[in-house]
């Protein structure tokens, strides 16, 4: 559809369903009728490339998350449309600002699920079949408030002013069956569209419906509230991201939801696939590659052998063939408690036919371990099933044509230690998928300033699709012009970053100060808690005055906890708590201050990234799988304040370590000390050490009675009944961190030289690209290409 068309198509939209126009209508109905309008508009394209995507050999992203963000921004630039409906809305005395009221599509948690995005992003654009499936969950991750400094969770209701991004395909229903009930999986559609190119992807999240059709005019009042409990039954299975699982219920339900949309989406498969093979399943594997995003949809292996076994009369042996070629594997953590384990019993009583096969994988896994000489405790170690468990990832790596890790240093670990016994019998499985995020919203949308900048520099945009093409702007390192330039575009970035902090959490920040970051979820090998030690720090000194230099500094956070986390809420407890003390002291005023941003999401990411000086990835080596915010706040000329963990090591090595801030305990190191690592010593001989930690159990700092700061105290100085004092090594890490900060502070006087920094960032920011993860995929996992 032409692109006046389309224009035309949104004023007759807001005339026919809201009798509005453009000057009158809300921005909730400008939203829904440029969405729907344009939805209309790509309609065919969409049509058209699914049938390419079937027609050849295609891959399916199967995860539990899709962080979308804010789509119609995206959607916008991607058609080459923002420019013009941003003159048909400022024709009508509106603007496209107004979209900014529009919810993110949150379903996921962090980095995990905004990669599966990322990479839905990257194949649509470099015109590969991939399609993602998932769940359609009513409420994606909670929306998160800041009160008295404590965060509170609400629900995330995104699609109260409709989602006018999807489609419902009622047509494609399927049914999903589990011990004590049946229901309807519905999919719901949402294009996927590739920059500049014709290709429309399609991500297809399914949501749970009861098999019956709800009408209450047939049913007398008993048989309308048993109707009503068996449609919330239902929908309970689609209803939130990550339930509660402290409980046996919660536990079913979270198996519930990964088996629907695995279910679900095997099921649409193979009828995709018999539509044009009939009942030959000799071309399944041929035509089809499934990438498992974690272990959230590995039920999707002994799913795949039920429906191709009791459903289309294959035998076990042939149906477990076919899973070993079409089936890939990424892993996301070494953690120990995040390789996903099931009790036996649970999924037993849950989906008994499931379980019985993989029963029968795992005889058959231990007759592989017999035939290569493995025995004994090492290859009760391997089973599967072991001690009333079953291990997902085992069954993942026994059953899968590929794994992989998501950094050069995370693989390592995965061969080397945690998966070792696995690489040693299965090395040719193995593979290195470095991740990487997409640069038309990590830098194209977010930061059109600078955009322009590359632009203009290069002579096109060819680095919107190919993003080493930066790499040839490195010589402007040495034109002041233009460095002062960036200095400009940071600068109009932190204004506009401190605008809408003011207007979104009431906090003042000053433009003209350095903007230190740490945006990501909250966890404690994250070490949100070493940075507000080391600012505290920073702080008594700058009050007493033996640190006279330092440079006017915000730390921002920006970070959502788990909320069953304890730990995790009372450090964003004391981030605030840091954030008041400097607040009320006059000493200190114009020099530091401490802001946690609430509710950080995409969309905040967003404005954050495209501002930030520093970014901070200070995990404890060896924690971090990968990460990717910092190869978004790279892209954006921020330098890397951070320890040789997951992806940093990578950025270091493109960037060059003059250019980034390094510091802490390798991994090595970290092995080396771990035996006699005495954190309780360390506290009582530093003094800086010990007056930060005092600050959270003298009366210095208020926990508001929780008790909780006590607790983050104790976690270093004595341990706790499962861990070790200080189990992600804060405190040896903590005076390295600290030279760290204040060089930082240094070199940042120095406005020319930090350019040059920011600039060797931007320019070597290429290999972190998704363009590039995706092609690796479809080149050494998938064996898919271009339609
Ligand atoms: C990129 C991103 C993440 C991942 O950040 P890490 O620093 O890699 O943990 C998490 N949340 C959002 C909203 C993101 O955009």
């Known amino acids: 559809m032409p692109k006046k068309k389309m224009l035309e198509a949104v004023e007759l939209y807001l005339k026919s369903e809201f009798q509005t126009t453009p000057a009158e209508a809300t921005p909730d109905q400008l939203h829904t009728a440029v969405s729907r309008s344009l939805m209309a508009g790509i309609a065919d394209r969409w049509h058209a490339s699914a049938e390419k995507h079937q027609n050849t050999r295609h891959a399916y992203y199967f995860s539990a998350e899709f962080l979308m963000g804010r789509m119609i921004y995206n959607n916008l630039l991607c058609l080459g449309m923002t ?6 809305l400022e024709k009508n005395g509106a603007s496209l600002d107004a979209f900014e009221e529009v919810e993110d599509c949150a379903l996921g948690n962090g980095g995990l699920g905004r990669l599966a995005a990322c990479f839905l992003d990257s194949a649509a654009t470099l015109n590969l079949p991939l399609d993602g499936y998932g769940i359609r969950y009513k409420y994606g991750l909670f929306k998160q408030k800041i009160e ?206 499931v379980f019985h096969i993989i029963v029968m994988l795992d005889q058959y896994l231990g007759g592989e371990l017999h035939q290569k000489g493995i025995t004994g405790d090492k290859e009760y170690s391997m089973h599967i099933l072991q001690h009333g468990t079953v291990h997902m990832a085992y069954m993942a790596i026994y059953c899968s044509r590929y794994i992989n890790g998501v950094a050069q240093l995370h693989t390592e670990i995965l061969k080397n230690d945690v998966l070792r016994d696995w690489y040693q019998i299965y090395p040719e499985k193995f593979q290195n998928k470095t991740n990487g995020i997409t640069q038309r919203r990590w830098l194209a949308l977010c930061n059109p ?86 600012i505290l720090e920073l702080y008594y000194e700058i009050a007493e005055g033996s640190l006279t230099d330092f440079t006017p500094t915000t730390f921002i956070f920006g970070a959502k906890s788990a909320p069953g986390y304890a730990r995790a809420k009372g450090i964003i407890k004391l981030i605030n708590e840091v954030a008041a003390l400097i607040d009320r002291d006059d000493r200190v005023r ?76 390798t991994v090595d190191e970290i092995r080396s000390v771990q035996e006699h690592y005495n954190p309780n010593g360390m506290y009582h001989n530093d003094y800086k050490i010990k007056r930060v930690l005092d600050a959270l159990v003298n009366g210095t700092l208020n926990d508001g009675g929780s008790g909780i700061f006590r607790e983050l105290h104790d976690s270093i100085v004595y341990g706790a009944s499962w861990h070790r004092p200080d189990q992600y090594f804060l405190l040896l890490d903590f005076e390295r961190y600290l030279e760290a900060k204040k060089q930082v502070a240094r070199d940042y006087k120095d406005q020319l030289v930090f350019a040059k920094k920011r600039w060797m960032n931007i320019c070597n920011s290429g290999k972190f690209s998704s363009d590039r993860t995706i092609r690796e995929y479809a080149k050494d996992i998938w064996h898919i290409e271009e339609v």
Request: hydrophobic share 40%; proline share 2%.
């Open 83 to 88: 420019e013009e409906i941003g003159q048909l």
């Open 449 to 534: 300033e600078l955009s322009d900048l590359l632009t203009r520099l290069l002579g096109n945009e060819s680095w919107k699709t190919d993003l080493s093409q930066l790499k040839q702007l490195e010589k402007y390192v040495e034109d002041e012009k233009v460095m002062q330039e960036l200095c400009e575009i940071k600068l109009h970035s932190h204004q506009k970053l401190a605008e809408f902090v003011q207007k979104k959490d009431g906090i003042t920040i000053d433009p003209n100060t350095c903007f230190d970051v740490q945006i990501k979820r909250l966890h404690e090998y994250k070490r949100q808690f070493l940075n507000i030690l080391a």
């Open 590 to 665: 114009g020099k530091i201050k401490v802001a946690f941003l609430s509710n950080y999401n995409v969309s905040y990411a967003e404005k954050i990234i495209a501002a930030a000086d520093v970014s901070e990835q200070i995990s404890t080596a060896g924690k971090e799988a990968s990460g990717t915010g910092n190869m978004k706040l790279m892209a954006n000329g921020a330098v890397t304040l951070g320890t040789l963990d997951g992806a940093n090591i990578e950025i270091v090595e493109e960037a060059g370590s003059i250019n980034e801030y390094i510091f802490g305990a």
């Open 148 to 353: 008295g400094g404590f965060q509170k969770e609400e629900a995330d209701d995104w699609t109260r002013y409709g989602d006018p991004w999807s489609l419902r395909r009622e047509d494609e229903a399927v049914r999903v069956e589990f011990a004590d009930q049946t229901i309807v999986a519905v999919p719901y559609d949402m294009p996927i569209i590739g920059y500049n190119t014709s290709n429309i992807g399609t991500l297809r999240l399914w949501q749970a419906e009861p098999v019956q059709a709800f009408d209450f005019n047939l049913f007398n009042a008993q048989q309308y509230d048993a109707a009503v409990a068996e449609r919330n039954r239902a929908e309970d299975i689609s209803r939130v991201l990550y339930p509660n699982d402290s409980t046996d219920d919660g536990k079913i339900l979270r198996l519930k939801q990964q088996y629907f949309f695995c279910s679900a989406s095997l099921q649409d498969i193979i009828r995709k696939y018999k539509k044009t093979y009939g009942n030959d399943f000799s071309h399944f594997a041929e035509m089809n590659a499934i990438q498992l995003n974690d272990t959230h949809p590995v039920i999707s292996i002994p799913e795949l052998i039920r429906l191709l076994t009791d459903g289309e009369g294959l035998s076990f042996d042939y149906a477990l063939d076919i899973c070993k070629q079409v089936f890939s594997y990424t892993n996301h953590t070494i953690l120990a408690e995040a390789l996903e384990k099931w009790s036996q019993h649970l999924m037993e009583r849950t989906i008994p036919r």
